[in-house]
Structures are given as structure tokens and as C-alpha cells.
């Protein structure tokens, strides 16, 4: 019997998907073989391996190790924060992140990114997922272009809502999916999905829809403007701030095993509390300019007071 080479898969669809459905995620479903891919699978059931994303590009830095150069960024879109990353095994882009880490630094004006990478996710040991975007390509991109993406992503976004609105009343299986007509793409994802997260709400997707369709049409202004924002007096934003920066402080206090604590923990947990996001990251931003927390690396934080 003749020997034969094991094949890679096929390479998968890349995504078009907002940063709240994705950092949203913390469902991680990894192949046993050497060459399976591994998923985010998303409360909406999108089973994500690779990814296409778009906004502005917010931060940006290069690292240096023993194995080569890092670069490390993020990408705002209007509902978030896509965080990515060039490995130093990625040797064939660092001449393009070079390039671009010089045209961020220049500070010559806004950069609009179209980015497509493979998921990658960090789960701590407390068993927190965090995800990220393993960056495979890019290009820059007007408004013109940054809209379409916008209009394009909110219509895959609209599909998946509709299409979990029309599973939950479903019993979770591949025959009663199948034969209800939901779409073989989603259905895994789904499935899995029921097993894992609890008292999904739809709707939080469906404002950023609206949200990312205001932005296409230029109603918005700014990346830095959040979905859920409310109306507030100054005492009572003044407020809500302190007691962010103090939540905070001591959330770093507790949780920083020594390396810092990810970014986007602090975020989710602030969440739990109410705290929108972009207030979430202004509190953040505040309490760095003030020289009481520091990035160890980028994407951790630490407080000066942290052992």
C-alpha cells in the first residue's frame, strides 16, 4: 500500500464581523489533528478562523526578542476595538509593518486599514478568553472604502441575527436545524453555541448595525463615540469616571499575576458593571496620563502599586 502526504485543509472564509461580536466571544474550539483549524465561535454562531476587518487604525508598536521583531496594533471600528498582531515567525510582513509603524508614528493624519488574519485567542489560566486577530494581509483604505465594509459587514451582522433569532426556539441539533432551514454555516456554531452562553441578547447586535450604518452614511464624527451612550450631566459623568478608575485600580490590584492583566479583561469587566466601553477606555487612558497604571506590554496593564 503506497504512502501518501497528509493534506492541510482548505483554507477558510474570512468573515466580515464587528469587534463587539468578536470580543464578545469566549467559546474556543480547537481541532485534535496538527492541521485543524481552531475557532471563536460567537454568540450569534459564527464560527470564526479567519476574519475581515476594517476601521481606523488607533495604536500601534513594534517589539523586540530574542526571536526576531512583534508588531502589535489595534483597529477601531464603530463598535470597538479589533486588536492585532505580526508574529516574529511572519518574517514575509515586517517590512510592510515597518512601514506602516512609520506612517502611524508620523501622526500625518487618520489611517483607515482593510485587514484579514486568522483568530487568535489567549485564555488565561483562570480560564478568561481573550481574543485577538493574527494579522495575514492588509491594505489602507478611504472612506469611501471604510463605508462599503461598514454596509457589508452590517448586512453578514443583520444575517446572523436573524437567522439565531429563528434557532432559539429549536431543539439544539443538526436534524431539527436542517429541517427548520438553518444554513449549514451557522448551524454548528449555534449548537455549540446553546451549550455555552446564556441569555443572549440579540438586540446589543442589532444597535451595532444601526451604529455601523450611521457611520456609513457620515453621521458620526467620531471612532471614539459609543453605542450605548446616554445622555449625562457633567457631575454626573465626573462621578461615573472616579469610580470607574477606582473599579479600576483595584481590579489590577487583585487579578495582576505579575505580567500585567489584558486589556480587554478590564473592559469585560467594566462591562459587567454598566460602564460602556468608550467610557471604559477613557477612564483607562485617564489613569495612565496620571502615572498610577502603566502597559507592561501592549494590551497589559499594570498598577504602579502592583507586586
Given at each position: 500500500?503506497?504512502?501518501?502526504?497528509?493534506?492541510?485543509?482548505?483554507?477558510?472564509?474570512?468573515?466580515?464581523?464587528?469587534?463587539?461580536?468578536?470580543f464578545?466571544?469566549?467559546?474556543?474550539?480547537?481541532?485534535?489533528?496538527?492541521?485543524?483549524?481552531?475557532?471563536?465561535?460567537?454568540?450569534?454562531?459564527?464560527?470564526?478562523?479567519?476574519?475581515?476587518?476594517?476601521?481606523?487604525?488607533?495604536?500601534?508598536?513594534?517589539?523586540?526578542?530574542?526571536?526576531?521583531?512583534?508588531?502589535?496594533?489595534?483597529?477601531?471600528?464603530?463598535?470597538?476595538?479589533?486588536?492585532?498582531?505580526?508574529a516574529?515567525?511572519?518574517?514575509?510582513?515586517?517590512?510592510?509593518?515597518?512601514?506602516?509603524?512609520?506612517?502611524?508614528?508620523?501622526?500625518?493624519?487618520?489611517?483607515?486599514?482593510?485587514?484579514?488574519?486568522?483568530?487568535?485567542?489567549?485564555?488565561?489560566d483562570?480560564?478568561?478568553?481573550?481574543?485577538?486577530?493574527?494579522?495575514?494581509?492588509?491594505?489602507?483604505?478611504?472612506?469611501?472604502?471604510?463605508?462599503?465594509?461598514?454596509?457589508?459587514?452590517?448586512?453578514?451582522?443583520?444575517?446572523?441575527?436573524d437567522?439565531?433569532?429563528?434557532?432559539?426556539?429549536?431543539?439544539?441539533s443538526?436534524?431539527?436545524?436542517?429541517?427548520?432551514?438553518?444554513?449549514?454555516?451557522?448551524?454548528?456554531?449555534?449548537?455549540?453555541?446553546?451549550?455555552?452562553?446564556?441569555?443572549?441578547e440579540?438586540?446589543?447586535?442589532?444597535?451595532?448595525?444601526?451604529?455601523?450604518?450611521?457611520?456609513?452614511?457620515?453621521?458620526?464624527?467620531?471612532?471614539?463615540?459609543?453605542?450605548?451612550?446616554?445622555?449625562?450631566?457633567?457631575?454626573?459623568?465626573?462621578?461615573?469616571?472616579?469610580?470607574?478608575?477606582?473599579?479600576?485600580?483595584?481590579?489590577?490590584?487583585?487579578?495582576?499575576?505579575?505580567?500585567?492583566?489584558?486589556?480587554?479583561?478590564?473592559?469585560?469587566?467594566?462591562?459587567?458593571?454598566?460602564?460602556?466601553?468608550?467610557?471604559?477606555?477613557?477612564?483607562?487612558?485617564?489613569?495612565?496620563?496620571?502615572?498610577?497604571?502603566?502597559?507592561?506590554?501592549f494590551?497589559?496593564?499594570?498598577?504602579?502599586?502592583?507586586?
Open positions: 500500500m503506497g504512502g501518501g502526504k497528509l493534506s492541510r485543509p482548505s483554507r477558510q472564509p474570512a468573515i466580515r464581523m464587528f469587534a463587539r461580536e468578536y464578545e466571544s469566549d467559546l474556543i474550539e480547537k481541532g485534535s489533528g496538527e492541521y485543524d483549524p481552531t475557532f471563536v465561535i460567537t454568540k450569534l454562531g459564527a464560527k470564526v478562523n479567519r476574519m475581515m476587518v476594517a476601521g481606523l487604525l488607533e495604536r500601534m508598536e513594534r517589539r523586540d526578542s530574542d526571536n526576531g521583531a512583534n508588531y502589535r496594533g489595534a483597529i477601531r471600528d464603530p463598535t470597538g476595538l479589533h486588536m492585532f498582531s505580526v516574529s515567525f511572519q518574517p514575509e510582513l515586517h517590512a510592510q509593518m515597518e512601514e506602516l509603524l512609520a506612517k502611524f508614528e508620523q501622526n500625518e493624519g487618520p489611517i483607515l486599514l482593510l485587514a484579514i488574519g486568522k483568530c487568535n485567542p489567549y485564555q488565561s483562570e480560564g478568561n478568553v481573550f481574543t485577538g486577530i493574527r494579522l495575514e494581509q492588509y491594505t489602507t483604505i478611504d472612506s469611501e472604502g471604510n463605508a462599503n465594509w461598514l454596509v457589508e459587514t452590517a448586512d453578514a451582522t443583520l444575517r446572523r441575527i437567522i439565531f433569532q429563528k434557532s432559539r426556539d429549536l431543539e439544539p443538526a436534524d431539527a436545524y436542517r429541517a427548520a432551514g438553518i444554513p449549514a454555516d451557522l448551524a454548528d456554531g449555534l449548537i455549540t453555541g446553546r451549550g455555552h452562553y446564556s441569555n443572549v440579540s438586540d446589543v447586535y442589532m444597535l451595532t448595525v444601526y451604529l455601523a450604518l450611521d457611520r456609513a452614511e457620515g453621521n458620526m464624527t467620531s471612532y471614539s463615540e459609543d453605542s450605548d451612550q446616554t445622555p449625562e450631566s457633567s457631575s454626573d459623568k465626573e462621578g461615573s469616571s472616579e469610580a470607574s478608575k477606582e473599579f479600576i485600580c483595584n481590579f489590577l490590584l487583585a487579578n495582576d499575576p505579575g505580567d500585567g492583566v489584558p486589556y480587554d479583561a478590564i473592559m469585560q469587566e467594566l462591562a459587567s458593571t454598566g460602564v460602556s466601553r468608550s467610557d471604559g477606555e477613557a477612564a483607562v487612558d485617564a489613569l495612565i496620563d496620571a502615572g498610577l497604571i502603566f502597559e507592561q506590554t494590551g497589559f496593564l499594570r498598577h504602579i502599586d502592583s507586586k
